[in-house]
């Protein structure tokens, strides 16, 4: 919201009529140095504007409004005209990494981000994510939103971040120590018990569950709070999710 605002109050500063109509192109990797993002660090051929402030950046990185920074970008004679249909940009501390690599030479490429910091086991929701320009993406970068959409944080993320897979797990529904019934269904036989989870767990994880009267553990698949289930149906939950994260 901070960026937000000085970019406001930088358009109602700048005016550079000399420089109407100057066409320029975004950076292949949109990083800044010191702090003061600056219509330069976003911009190639920005020229005498190249100095004129859009925001700060507090932290590792910030997200700008890419419909924010092209109105900017025009008050001050630029014209960028933002073919790939960008949402937002995302401006990093600089300068630009070497493992932006190839990636950074064919320009910035489309990741997830945050658009809000979350703390742990805050479950991820479709406003919480926004597509964002970067030079590179990590290697466990998700493809699509689904795939975060849903799960828990593993720990605090920082609003601006890009997105990784390790980031997020399935939302925990069991603790460890509580009492979980463990459903078995085959050839029309239904069969439950009750036991101890020896672990935390999240629905389609694999818990560990101590019967109460025999002491003997045997493992099964989470379906809910404190539901899982063993054979077939687990079988199939197992088989669900080895295609889901494949396809990852």
Partial sequence: MRALAILAAAAICVA???LAGQTVTLKADTANADGVVRLGDLFDGAGAAATTPVAIRSGASVVLNAATVQALARRAGLDWANAEGLKTVVVHAGPALAAAGSAAAKGNIEVLTYA???GAGEIVQPADLVWAKAAAAPGDAPTDADQVIGQAAKRPLRAG???????????????????????????????SL???AMAAAGVG???????TNSKKVVQTRVTGPGEAVVGPAADQMRSARSVRYAAR
Wanted: proline share 2%.
């Fill in 161 to 191: 971040a890009v997105v990784q897979a390790r980031d997020v797990g399935a939302a925990q529904v069991i603790k460890a120590g509580d009492i979980v019934t463990v459903t078995y269904e085959a050839d029309g036989v239904s069969l």
């Fill in 194 to 196: 009750q036991g101890k």
């Fill in 116 to 118: 809000r910091s979350l």
């Fill in 205 to 211: 994880e694999t818990l560990a569950v101590q019967n």
């Fill in 16 to 18: 550079s009529p000399g």
